[in-house]
């Protein structure tokens, strides 16, 4: 077939009367329309999406620039972008906002710490409120936000929230954290202050925040990022046109992109993209690839008989509304070419029945590319195993190409939801990291039965890393490693010279009432080119609970609430 016949089908990037035709479950809005009829979207959808956190529905809400008079609520895979160049070009009166869950069990009564699966970016609010509400834990975003007033991070009463993650945004007011265990904080500007938090706040090339205090307060902040590029958006020209804005990869950055009126990068004309749908299959959104196809994913679930292959340089792959990309053949969901400047941002990836090996795969074993002008980055990749149905995987993520960027990344080998347990929901490893100069930006890995990242490559660096043991090893005897009791969570392999790693927070939660004992929560090389800067420990419930927190430093957390905080490793 033709690449003119494929791309003249329903669904490819053909310009539709009004726009491209991004299918039933993106909502465009431009300021004509009226604000009750916004509104009443904004509020079925939330009644739809409230509690709906297994499953297969998902939405994009877009705004042309304007101003907007809206109180949106953000349910589950519900997700809010602007259409303009700068944020400052869509005008929100009212809030975008994630309030908690009702949860009798913990204090207060309320809860963000399933707040899974939403994301707001690319716009400016004013709350009408006393403050904009984004009471959030993993894989919910806030980028190239700017809220001119307070931001409230936690559900309020108390309730226990558990981390998140923001970038390139602007907060005038003050930024109540309050409950939050952790969060990751990047290339941001804060206004009067940033408050409270429990464990784990990291900041980097943050302009406001507050100095490192770790681990009272748990505060580690860096002065710039090592090497940044920021996240692509669709946005509309000056003609009405559709276009993707791909920032400019940066070095030691401090700051939004934007807040100067200036932004480096370049666009690319929706035309070069295949919007694709749920319906079409891995074989014709392959062929459209394969063709130097851009891809854009909009919202739903993509059952796939074989992987996604990204086969050119330079190629973006973009998601509207976290579409789900579900692998049914035991295959991967994903696989990257070893090549220059790959963007994949704003998916999902649900394991299968059919066990995988690997999910995502970045670059081949044994490629040595030299890619650090331009680098493959990952953002806003967020991997399940269980939770909407049985899932496995031995891996969930492969970075094997040098010089790649991590950020957001949230892999999660599910401890709740449908297909959970020991025998069922299987997973080794949750990321693996082969190539050499990898940086990663907020790695939050969770529950995987044995090591939860493993490190091979030379001269990594990560920056805030977040991560829970499995809750559920039914025995010591089912969960030993070859170097003790457990396995560690953060693992360097003995053979790396140079890695260094900020912001560190691993959690046990034993819950099966056998007394599990991981050994420790980081194992490392003892070599001088090894450094860990600010980690901590933390026996959560359950039974057991983590020897020691790096290697052989550190103090016990067993056996009832306690922690262990370190500031260096070596001291």
Same mark, same amino acid.
């Given at each position: ?12 990037? =053909? ?20 604000? =009750? ?22 939405? =994009?809400? $877009? ?10 609520? $953000? ?30 069990? &913990? ?16 716009? #400016? ?58 969060? !990751?904080?990047?290339?941001?500007? !804060? ?99 394969? $063709?130097?196809?851009?891809? !854009? ?13 990204? $086969? ?65 980055? !990952? ?19 492969? &970075? ?82 070859? #170097? ?21 927070? &691993? ?41 020691? #927190? ?20 070596? =001291?």
């Amino acid at each position: 077939m033709t690449a003119a016949g494929v791309f003249a089908l329903p669904g490819s990037a =053909a310009a539709h009367r009004g726009g491209p035709d991004f299918g039933p479950n993106v909502f465009v809005y431009d300021p004509s329309t009226p604000a =009750a009829e916004i509104q009443a979207k904004f509020d079925e959808l939330f009644a739809q999406q409230e509690k709906n956190e297994m499953g297969t529905n998902r939405y =994009a809400v $877009l705004f042309k620039p304007g101003h907007y008079d809206v109180n949106a609520r $953000l349910g589950y895979y519900t997700t809010v972008s602007g259409l303009g160049r700068s944020p400052a070009d869509v005008d929100i009166t009212g809030a975008v906002r994630v309030v908690g869950q009702v949860n009798p069990n &913990v204090p207060g009564g309320v809860s963000a710490l399933t707040n899974f699966w939403r994301s707001a970016e690319n716009f #400016t609010v004013t709350p009408t409120d006393w403050s904009n509400q984004w009471a959030v834990s993993q894989a919910s975003p806030m980028r190239r936000v700017h809220v001119k007033g307070i931001l409230w991070l936690e559900p309020g009463n108390g309730g226990y929230s558990s981390g998140g993650f923001i970038a390139n945004s602007k907060v005038d007011g003050i930024t109540i954290n309050g409950s939050q265990q952790q969060w !990751l904080t990047r290339d941001s500007e !804060l206004g009067d202050v940033w408050t409270n938090g429990v464990w784990n706040q990291v900041f980097s090339g943050v302009t406001g925040a507050p100095a490192t205090g770790f681990p009272n307060p748990p505060y580690t902040t860096l002065p710039t990022s090592p090497v940044t590029r920021e996240k692509p958006y669709l946005y509309v020209d000056e003609r009405g046109r559709y276009r993707v804005f791909v920032p400019a990869l940066q070095r030691d950055t401090a700051g939004t992109t934007w807040s100067d009126g200036s932004e480096a990068g370049s666009s690319i004309d929706i035309d070069d993209f295949f919007i694709a749908k749920p319906s079409d299959s891995a074989a014709r959104i392959n062929l459209a690839l394969a $063709l130097g196809k851009h891809l !854009l994913l909009t919202p739903g679930v993509y059952h796939l008989d074989r992987p996604l292959r990204v $086969l050119h340089k330079n190629t973006v792959v973009l998601g509207l509304g976290m579409p789900s990309l579900a692998p049914d053949t035991g295959e991967a969901a994903l696989k990257i070419a070893d090549v220059d400047g790959v963007k994949v941002a704003g998916v999902l990836v649900d394991a299968g029945a059919r066990e995988s090996d690997t999910l995502i795969e970045v670059g081949s074993r044994g490629g040595r590319r030299d890619h650090s002008r331009n680098p493959t980055s !990952l953002q806003d990749v967020f991997i399940r195993i269980g939770g909407p149905w049985v899932g496995r995987a031995k891996t969930s993520l492969v &970075v094997n190409s040098d010089d790649t960027i991590l950020e957001n990344i949230w892999a999660w080998r599910g401890d709740h939801g449908n297909g959970i347990g020991w025998t069922q929901n299987t997973a080794d490893v949750g990321v693996v990291v082969n190539g050499d100069d990898v940086t990663a930006y907020g790695l939050f890995v969770e529950h995987y039965q044995k090591w939860q990242t493993i490190w091979n490559g030379e001269r990594g660096r990560t920056i805030f890393y977040q991560s829970e043991m499995p809750y559920d090893p039914p025995s010591q005897a089912a969960w030993t490693s070859p #170097t003790g009791n457990g396995w560690a969570s953060y693992k360097v392999a003995p053979s790396v010279r140079t890695h260094e790693a900020w912001g560190l927070g &691993v959690y046990s939660y034993f819950n099966q009432g056998v007394d599990i004992r991981a050994a420790r929560g980081i194992e490392v090389p003892d070599r001088p080119g090894v450094r860990f800067h600010n980690m901590i420990t933390v026996f959560l419930d359950g039974s057991g609970g983590i020897e020691r #927190t790096i290697n052989d430093a550190g103090t016990p957390c067993v056996g009832s609430f306690s922690t262990s905080a370190l500031t260096e490793y070596p =001291a």
